[in-house]
C-alpha cells in the first residue's frame, strides 16, 4: 500500500512540475530559515550551560538606586557571603579582570611587551566552579602561592610557539614575574567569560602590596565579578532574597539600600543586556525570541504556500478523486495518499534545506560575525529534530488538503460546480495572512536599519573624525609629556591630549558629588572624567560660558593625603557640561565660580574628597554612545597630584589619517617607549563597535523580511498561474468579445492586490506599535514618519504585482483561439 501511495504521490509531483517546483523551492527556503534561526538561538541559549552543575552556578550582582544593573561587585561581598551563607555554599569565587602588558623573557619574542586585556586573578575553588579543561600542567599551587600562572592554549602559542611553556615564566608590568604552572584548553565560545591568564586573588595582593590573609573590607574596591555554587538542598532564591537583609550588617545602612545585592543563573548572564561591566556583548533573550518566530512564521508561510496551492489544485484533480470514489476508495485511503504527496515533497524540501544551512550559514557568520554551528552528522538530536520537523511540516501543510480533497462527493464533482468559490475565501485569507507577517518584517527591517543608520551617523557633538586613542600604561604615562611633544612634531598631527576616558565609548568615574547649598535628596551620582587643557577646542566642542583648563596654571589645586593614604584636594578647577546645570539650579553664568566636592564615600569614611569652583561650562556632547541620554558631567584637569595617570592619549589629525602618518606614530611610540605595543584604535570605529548587536538585528531582520516577502510572492504566483489556466476560457471569450489586454491584466491582478492591500492595513499600525516599543530603549532615535509606511506599503504592492503581472501578461497576450479550442 505505502508502495502504491509512493508511485501516485511521485507521478502527481513530476505531472504538475511548476506547483511542485514552488512548493520544494519554498518550503526549502522556509526550512532553512527556520533550521538556521533555531541553530543560531540554541547556541545563544546554550552560554555556560557547560559548567559543571550549571544550574546551582549563580553571579553576584547589585541593583544601584533602582536604576541601574551592574555586574560587579565590591571586594568585601564574597567574604560576607562565605560568613553568612557558609553551609549553603559549596564554592564562592570572585575574579578581578585587568589590562596589563606581558612578555616572556624565554619565548619567541622576549623583547616585546604585549597588551594583554584578558588576565584574571581569582578566588581558590576556580578551577571546581568552572571546570575549564586542562591540556598540560595542573592547578596545584596557583591559588595558594603569589606569582603563579595558568594560561591558556592561545596564548601559549602567541609567546613560545611549539615550545612547553610549563616552567615558564611571563612578565608583568610593574616587573612582576608570574610562573607558569599550566595550559588551559581555550574557553568555549559559549562562554560568557573570555580569558587568557588567571592566577590567583594571593597574588593580586601580593602586587597592590595588600595583606595576604587579610579580607577586602570595601564595597568598591577592588572591582570583583563574584561567582557561587549553591548546595544541592539548597534554593537560590531564598539565599538571594536574603543578602539585602544581612547588607546593614557590613556597611551604611543608606548604602546597602542603594546598592542591593542578588543572584542571577549563570544560563542567563549572555540574555541579559541591561548589565553595565559586562565582560563580553550579550544579546538579548526577547531578541533571540524575536528570531525564534521569525522562523517559525517563514516556515508557516510556507506551509500556507502548499496548502493554498493543493486546495486551489482541487478542480483540476476532480476526476481523478472522482473515478477513485466511485472505484470504491475511501475516505482514509484518499487521506493517506494526500498525506504521501504532502510527505513527499516535504522529504525532497528538507534535502535541499539542509544543503541550503550547509551553503549560507558560513556566509552568514562572516558577514554579520555571528556564529551558527551547525553539525547534522554528529548532533543526534538536531537529526531527530530535522525528522521531527519534516513529519510535522507534512502534517501541518498536507492534512487540511488530505481532508478537503478527500471528503469532495462524486455528484459535486461530476458537476463540477461551488468547488473553487467556496474554497477562494480561504485562499485569499491565507494570502492576507502571508502578507502580513512578510509586510510587518519589512517595516520593522526598514526602522532597525535606518535606527542603526541614524546611530552610526548622528553627530555625537564632537568631531570624531581623524581621532585615535592609544591605551596608555603607567610606563607610557611616565613618559608622557616627552611622547606628547614627539608626536606633536610628526607633519599631520593637529594635536595630541590627555584623558581619563574616550569620548563617545566611556562613560566615567561615578563619585558623589555636591555643593554647599544642596537640598537633602538630591546627591546623586555623576559622571566625572579628567581631560586635558585645551582638550575642548581640540574636540571643536565649544564652552557656553566660562572657560578650559590653563596649562601652567593652578587648576590642578593642592593635594594631601587623609589617614596617610587617601586623596583630597583643594582649590581644584572643575567645568560642569549644560546637562549639570538643572542639578545644580543655576543658569550657565551663575554656575561659574560656584562650588563643588567631588567625593567616595563608605560607612561614614572618606576615601577621596575634591573640592573646588566651577570654571567652565561647556556644551553638552555625548560621553557614551546614542543608546543612552547625555549625563551630568564634572571635568577635573588630567593634570592634578591625585591622579594616578591618564588612561587614554587622544591624537587628532589636520584631516584624516593615513599609512605613512600610522607607521611614523609607531617608531615614535617605540623611540620614546622601546618594548611597549602601540594600541591604538580609531574614536569612530569604537563608537560604530557599540552598536554591534544593532547592526546583527537589523541584518537579520533584512534578510529574512526579503525572505518572507520572497516566500509570499511564490504562492502568489503559484495561484496566479492557477487562477490563469482556470479562466482561459474565460479570458479567450474576453478577448474575441473586445477586452484589451490592459484591462484583462487589471482583472487578473486586483484578484491578488486587494488582499495585500488588506494585509497593508492589518500589518502597518502592528508594526508601529512593536517597533515603537523596541526603539524605546533609546535615548536618541529615528521618529517614525509616514514615510515608513508609504516605503513599506510601496516595496510589498510593487513585488506582489511584479510576481501577478508575469502570469497575467502570458494569459492576456495568449493566442484566444487556442484557449477556446482547447477547452
Known amino acids: 500500500m505505502l508502495k502504491n501511495y509512493f508511485k501516485i504521490a511521485w507521478r502527481s509531483l513530476i505531472r504538475q512540475r511548476v506547483f511542485s517546483l514552488i512548493n520544494i523551492f519554498g518550503l526549502s527556503m522556509g526550512l532553512a530559515c527556520f533550521l538556521t534561526l533555531l541553530a543560531f538561538v540554541k547556541f545563544e541559549k546554550s552560554y555556560d550551560s557547560f559548567h559543571p552543575e550549571d544550574d546551582q552556578v549563580y553571579r553576584v550582582v547589585q541593583n544601584v538606586k533602582d536604576d541601574q544593573q551592574w555586574a560587579w561587585v565590591g ?34 619574542y622576549p623583547e616585546d611587551r604585549f597588551r594583554e586585556d584578558k588576565f584574571l586573578f581569582a578566588d581558590h575553588g576556580f578551577d571546581r566552579l568552572f571546570g575549564f579543561e586542562l591540556v598540560a600542567g595542573s592547578w596545584e599551587g596557583v591559588f595558594e602561592t603569589p606569582y603563579q600562572l595558568v594560561i591558556t592554549e592561545r596564548i601559549a602559542k602567541k609567546y613560545f610557539g611549539d615550545q612547553n611553556p610549563v616552567g615558564q615564566v611571563i612578565s608583568l608590568t610593574g616587573d612582576f614575574d608570574f610562573e607558569i604552572r599550566g595550559v588551559l584548553k581555550n574557553p568555549p565560545s559559549n562562554s560568557h567569560m573570555d580569558f587568557d591568564f588567571v592566577s590567583s586573588i594571593v597574588s593580586f595582593k601580593a602586587t597592590e602590596n595588600f595583606p595576604a590573609t587579610a579580607d577586602f573590607g570595601s564595597f568598591w574596591w577592588p572591582q570583583t565579578y563574584t561567582y557561587l555554587k549553591v548546595n544541592e538542598n539548597q534554593v537560590a532564591s531564598e539565599i538571594s532574597r536574603s543578602i539585602p537583609q544581612i547588607n546593614p550588617k557590613y556597611r551604611n545602612e543608606e548604602e546597602a539600600k542603594s546598592y542591593v545585592h542578588y543572584l542571577q543563573p549563570i544560563g542567563e548572564v549572555h540574555t541579559s543586556p541591561d548589565f553595565q561591566g559586562e565582560w563580553t556583548p550579550s544579546m538579548s533573550s526577547k531578541t533571540l525570541w524575536v528570531f525564534l518566530s521569525i522562523g517559525i512564521f517563514v516556515l508557516v508561510l510556507a506551509c500556507i504556500n502548499y496548502v493554498n496551492l493543493a486546495t486551489a489544485r482541487a478542480i483540476v484533480r476532480m476526476k481523478e478523486i472522482g473515478i477513485r470514489k466511485v472505484n470504491g476508495a475511501q475516505k482514509g485511503q484518499l487521506v493517506g495518499q494526500f498525506l504521501m504527496e504532502s510527505i513527499l515533497i516535504n522529504g525532497i524540501s528538507i534535502f535541499f534545506g539542509l544543503i541550503l544551512v550547509i551553503l549560507i550559514t558560513p556566509l552568514i557568520e562572516s558577514a554579520i560575525a555571528l556564529t551558527i554551528p551547525v553539525d547534522f552528522i554528529h548532533d543526534s538530536k538536531l537529526q531527530a529534530l530535522i525528522i521531527g520537523i519534516w513529519l510535522l511540516s507534512a502534517l501541518v501543510s498536507g492534512i487540511f488538503p488530505a481532508f478537503y480533497l478527500s471528503s469532495l462527493k462524486p455528484e459535486m464533482i461530476l458537476k463540477q460546480s461551488g468547488i473553487g468559490i467556496r474554497k477562494s475565501g480561504l485562499r485569499k485569507s491565507l494570502v492576507v495572512f502571508q502578507f502580513v507577517i512578510s509586510t510587518l518584517l519589512v517595516f520593522s527591517a526598514t526602522v532597525a536599519y535606518f535606527q542603526h543608520d541614524f546611530m552610526n551617523n548622528a553627530s555625537m557633538g564632537f568631531e570624531k573624525e581623524g ?90 589645586g593642592t593635594s594631601y593625603l587623609m589617614r596617610e593614604q587617601f586623596p583630597a584636594l583643594d582649590n581644584v578647577a572643575m567645568i560642569v557640561n549644560e546637562a549639570a546645570l538643572a542639578w545644580l539650579g543655576k543658569s550657565s553664568e551663575e554656575a561659574i565660580g560656584a562650588p ?55 591624537i587628532k589629525a589636520s584631516s584624516h589619517f593615513n599609512a605613512e602618518m600610522l607607521e611614523d606614530l609607531q617608531a615614535t611610540w617605540k623611540t620614546v617607549i622601546p618594548g611597549l ?60 468579445l473586445g477586452a484589451s489586454v490592459f484591462g484583462i491584466i487589471q482583472k487578473l491582478s486586483l484578484e491578488f492586490l486587494i488582499p495585500v492591500g488588506i494585509a497593508m492595513l492589518i500589518a502597518l499600525p502592528i508594526g508601529y506599535y512593536l517597533m515603537n516599543e523596541w526603539l524605546s530603549q533609546f535615548a536618541n532615535k529615528v521618529q517614525i514618519s509616514s514615510w515608513f509606511y508609504l516605503g513599506t506599503a510601496s516595496i510589498s504592492l510593487v513585488i506582489a504585482w511584479m510576481t501577478v503581472l508575469i502570469q497575467s501578461w502570458k494569459s492576456a497576450t495568449a493566442n484566444p483561439v487556442e484557449s477556446i479550442k482547447s477547452e
Request: charged share 20%; with cysteine.
Open 677 to 736: 605595543p602601540f594600541d591604538y584604535s580609531f574614536i569612530d570605529e569604537a563608537i560604530n563597535l557599540q552598536y554591534e548587536q544593532q547592526q546583527k538585528t537589523s541584518s537579520l531582520l533584512g534578510g529574512f523580511a526579503v525572505l518572507t516577502l520572497l516566500i509570499s510572492c511564490l504562492g502568489i504566483l503559484g495561484l496566479s498561474i492557477f487562477t490563469s489556466e482556470s479562466k482561459r476560457k474565460e479570458i479567450g471569450i474576453r478577448k474575441v
Open 467 to 556: 581621532l585615535i586613542s592609544v591605551k596608555m600604561g603607567n610606563l607610557a604615562t611616565q613618559n608622557g609629556e616627552t611622547l606628547k611633544q614627539e608626536i606633536q612634531n610628526i607633519s599631520g598631527i593637529q594635536n595630541v591630549k590627555f584623558v581619563s576616558d574616550r569620548p563617545g565609548v566611556d562613560t566615567g568615574w561615578n563619585p558623589s558629588v555636591d555643593y554647599p547649598e544642596m537640598q537633602e535628596g538630591n546627591n546623586q551620582a555623576i559622571n566625572v572624567q579628567y581631560v586635558d587643557f585645551g582638550f575642548f577646542e581640540t574636540m571643536e566642542i565649544p564652552m557656553i560660558s566660562g572657560r578650559e583648563f590653563e596649562e601652567g596654571s593652578a587648576d590642578g
Open 596 to 650: 563643588l566636592r567631588v567625593y567616595t564615600e563608605e560607612n561614614g569614611q572618606l576615601f577621596s574628597n575634591y573640592k573646588g569652583n566651577i570654571v567652565g561650562v561647556v556644551k553638552d556632547y555625548h560621553t557614551r554612545d546614542l543608546r543612552f541620554a547625555i549625563a551630568p558631567t564634572v571635568y577635573l584637569p588630567v593634570k592634578n597630584p591625585a591622579f594616578n595617570g591618564s588612561q587614554h592619549m587622544l
Open 75 to 108: 571586594g568585601a561581598v564574597a567574604p560576607m557571603l562565605r560568613n553568612e551563607f557558609g553551609e549553603k555554599l559549596d564554592e564562592v569565587v570572585s575574579i578581578i579582570k585587568i589590562s596589563t602588558y606581558a612578555k616572556a623573557p624565554e619565548g619567541l
